[in-house]
């Protein structure tokens, strides 16, 4: 008679797992079908240590951080592309974020007129600080236009407006490649444009920019709004001399 009850015991524990299995895969295949931060939140208090836990986990992280991008991406703000980076360091549109962050570093093209400006003003008004930090700057900022004099100078003293499509600290390599990719998958949007890998120093390094220089504001600025329309890096280069 113990046995037998035993047996039964044991019998209904079984059926109970079963149950509780084949509830928590129901319960898995609605959240995937929702597939939301929310559905997958949901899943994972009712089930914290479950089967399909992890997949909770790293599904809701995905989805959170293409949340977050989007958001970063409609602000376009190089603020809220750091702010993105500092999340997550490591995710998915990290490099692509960094890339945006150093496009609105080094967008702007070189010019003479602001440290001439800057000479006069610490002429004026020469406290230590300022004059001693006042010198570093000039050298990097005319370092760029003498290594690439033919294809950035021209159009920036003309007037023209450009485009940067990205700023790389591995070397010109890196951007070519990248060009190479933008042209190929955006032939007609990009037809017409020269490509120029201008360096910039820095005190943390050289950095790469890929431009293409000589064009019209409405030229830049229609193809810079196409280009982040599919998700592309691209900031519109003003004229050095307006």
């Not at 931060?37 to 997949?55: C, H, I, N, R, V």
């Not at 960094?98 to 400006?117: D, G, K, M, S």
Request: charge should be positive; aromatic fraction near 8%; hydrophobic fraction near 40%.
């Amino acid at each position: 008679m113990a046995m037998n009850k035993a047996l039964l015991g044991l019998c209904l524990a079984v059926l109970l797992g079963l149950v509780g299995c084949s509830r928590q895969q129901s319960d898995w295949e609605k959240t995937r079908a929702a597939n939301t931060t929310d559905s997958y939140e949901q899943f994972l208090k009712k089930y914290p240590d479950g089967e399909f836990a992890a997949q909770a986990r790293a599904r809701a992280k995905d989805l959170y951080e293409e949340r977050d991008w989007q958001k970063a991406r409609d602000t376009d703000t190089q603020e809220a592309y750091q702010a993105f980076l500092k999340q997550y360091p490591e995710g998915k549109w990290s490099d692509e974020a960094r890339i945006r962050v150093e496009n609105f570093n080094l967008a702007q093209p070189p010019t003479n007129a602001p440290p001439a400006a800057d000479a006069a003003n610490n002429a004026a008004n020469p406290p230590p600080a300022i004059a001693a930090a006042a010198p570093p700057p000039p050298p990097p900022v005319r370092a760029a236009p003498a290594a690439t004099a033919t294809t950035v100078n021209p159009g920036a003293a003309a007037g023209h407006y450009g485009i940067q499509l990205g700023a790389f600290k591995s070397g010109a390599d890196a951007a070519n490649r990248r060009w190479t990719r933008l042209q190929a998958k955006y032939p007609s949007l990009l037809a017409g444009l020269s490509p120029t890998v201008a360096p910039k120093k820095s005190a943390a390094g050289t950095l790469y920019r890929l431009q293409a220089l000589g064009i019209d504001e409405k030229h830049a600025r229609a193809t810079c709004a196409s280009l982040k329309a599919h998700s592309q890096a691209c900031v519109v280069i003003r004229p050095a001399h307006s």
